[in-house]
């Protein structure tokens, strides 16, 4: 495991007009779709809901169902990053637009759109499975594709120069050189990212298949599926056997999917030296030494050789051939601002029209109020988690025996729907009558703590040994030793890891401040609730204040907030 | 070889390029009016330091950058992007990681749409002919340098071109590797067995120039020129030790030692006239300038050095050394020319002072005559806070250079002003104090 850097936290810590911008654009296009799809959807018959039953037997073919969508949502997602990711690199007048778009996407609590999207797609197809299908496999989307692009994006805009030079000298068209060099010095940060995406649609998964937006309900044949119905008869068992089927699903995912590539994408580092522990994979291994299946993948290989090197001329985006003389560029560029304000402008007035039709600032002040209830509560449970995890972690990693077989569970842990463990915890607050406020705020980071654990220890496995020499020879210990030697070395990892558990935290408030149980309901305050009983009710203008509300936290935190940390970290803490 | 009625391959003229900042806009000029012409059948150095814009010259010549002004034409055809027939060799290798030592070589003939069979065959020929039999199927991260840079030639030469062009070949190489490599390339060459016609190269390494090539250009720095054109009529395979080697070798030490007429960019200077704040510096720490000091103060130079000597003796390459020794001259610490370099009376008494005084004597040195220094302290005494921001210098100079040169620049100054305690810097505020930190 090795420290990556987060995508778009390198970048300016302030938020610019072009953020705000982005942030219309994107609440705008909600609304957009909302308004758009209500009126095809007021007469949709129920969908045909697909029955689903609690035999364990049936347990497999929905594991199948469920991992059929993973890889749907993933392909699209691939395919998204490399078109939009593409955009954006090459057009400097896209880019201005795009990426701020893409930042207020990725930091966005991407939960909430749930209602949106499903509304939408049912709309597209009223009436039919397929609808429900693509509603579902475009929620798994909205929570994979994001971080994707970022990564892709910045590999594009980092590519070696020499490499660039060689390509250009050589005369490759776009097209070849996307395929010879972009895309493959793009591969292992998007490798990473997709692990990461892949961690968190799981627990999209689980929300999406079953979801219930005002009188409309959907429900697939799949794991999700199957948990709810468990939940709603309160059967421990069946959720149980949910559980366990997850936890082999994921198992195989990893070891027969991202395990080899993992190791296949090893060999796309740019590194100047061989590296002695490279990541391995026995799939990739009976791959490589299965001479039928080398057979069998042969022609494959060359047709995909051909498609690489064909001299398509690909439109080279923003870069005519002749550069246009700067007066006119800056004429372009002009007309594009004017377009951008004219286009948010409006976007803005009919944000208001329309959430400002049914709501209020009485309203507004609510969702406020809400969003500083749940954010305090992420900040804490956070702040609790590091204090738990962070010594663990240290004591962990120093002890490379240990670290060894710690860290894959921890990262399994991490890719884990913790969702599906909800309802043990509800059973237990209505059972002894707890407090929803205080133990339902434990959900929050039940999942994304394990962020922290792995990072802190690959942060302390990495601690240079000169270093600990050091420590050791001036006879540091205790809390100096604490705050001058390991905390300091540790802190970019464990910033990662906080980061992403933030991000995380803010999505599963959506699902973990309401949760049910039967018929129980235990509810936390916080804007999570609010947007999930807006979500229930079917409440459109109130799920865009809550979602847009809770986005401009989020941001804001992100930006005021971790960016200054990081910025800090990058600056003095760095180790190499 | 070259001979008077031998086609003229490349036409350089009067090329001029300007640097552009992060807005697009141009400012002042890196190469100033070079004209060159390539024979077919001679191998030309560009030889220059660092800052004299030869790498940016040949990006110019390849078709890879666009001159702001003037001309390259190519077998008489204008330059105006990459051509066929024109090669290159990189100092960093700037090979494909991912691609095995083949497909790296096979790279230029694939997109062509070269036939597979007739690619494998050509690709095989190449790396015969450089001597990488054997390591086909390797990946560049197993190589060792001198076997990259091997492949980096077998890819260039594979596409069958007319020049090749190389960007400081073997500086990334130790001294052994880079002298095979250069054997083998030079053997290749007169014996006629590459399809190439001419060699144009890179180097800061006067050696390396006189050893290889048949005409030298040597380039003055900010902006770039040519400052001279040497022949070289020497026979391969030649002799590091002939005398005349050596003495075209302290021939070129000399002009390049020599002080140039008029350094200061004249256009802009008129703000502060006489300051010399536009004066691009190197970065070169302390310890550096001490060592050198003390090394010329010692046998077997007693404060007195050629060039080329202390070069051999330090281990260093002329990069390295003149950014030194410059600065010294600046300081005036040691005064240079005609390829010797000589301990001023100064820097006699830095030598043999103890910590404070030396660091007394270098502050009083570095505001007597470095504009730059100066200016901070007098701006820092004029302010009641006695502190003022990095970036209020920052952009001061970058009226006058580019952004890379003023943040080297700058970035020096602040070194040797916090080693001569004339004044204190922040990094993490970026900075500028009189205060000592407590």
Redesign the interface.
Known sequence: MQMETIPGLARRALPSYWDLAAFIIVVAVLVGIVSGSNGVAVPLPRPEAPIVDLDYWNLPYYALRTTLRMFAALAASLVFTFVYASLCAKSRRAEMVLIPILDILQSVPILGFLSFTVTFFLGLFPGRVLGAECAAVFAIFTSQAWNMAFSFYQSLRTV?K??D??S??????GW?KFW??EA?FA?PGLVYNMMISMSGGWFFVVASEAITVGDVSIKLPGIGSYLALAIDGKRLDAVFAAILTMLVVILAYDQILFRPIVAWAA????????SSNDPTSWVLTVFKRSKWLQALLTPLGWSLKKIR?A?LRLPAFGKMALTPPRLVAIGIDWGWYLLITVAVGFAGWKITEYVSATLGWHDALEAMGLTLVTMVRVIVLIALASLVWVPIGVWIGLRPGIAEYVQPIAQFLAAFPVNVLFPFVVAGIVFFHLDPDIWLSFLIVFGTQWYILFNVIAGASAFPNDLKEVAANFHVRGWLWWKHVMLPGIFPYYFTGALTASGGSWNAAIVAEYVKWGDDKVTAHGIGAFIARATEAGDFPRIVLGVAMMSIFVTLLNRFGWRRLFAMAE??LRLD | MANANAATLLDVEHVHQRYRNASGEEGSLVLDDISIKLIEGEIVGLLGRSGCGKSSLLRIVSGLNRPSEGNVTFLGTPVTGAVDGVAMVFQSFALFPWMSVLANVELGLKVQGVPDDEARRRALSAIDLIGLDGFESAYPKELSGGMRQRVGFARALVVNPKILLMDEPFSALDVLTAESLRTDLLDLWTEGRMPIKSILMVTHNIEEAVLMCDRIILLSSNPGRVAAEIRVTLAHPRNRLDPEFRQLVNEIYARMTARPVQREPPAKDGAFPGLGLGMALASVSTNSLAGLMETLATKPFDGHAGLPNLAEETGMEVDELFPIAETLQLLRFAEMGDGQIHLSEAGQRFVNAEVDVRKKLFGDHLLSYVPLATRIRRVLDERPTHRAPLNRFLSELEDYMSDDYADTTLDAVTNWGRYGEIFAYDEAAQIFSLEDPT
């Open positions: 070696p020499d490499l030079e060689v250009r000298s050589f005369q490759l068209t070849q010879q060099l493959p591969v060999k796309f580092r740019v590194e100047l030296t061989a090197f001299r600056r003095r």
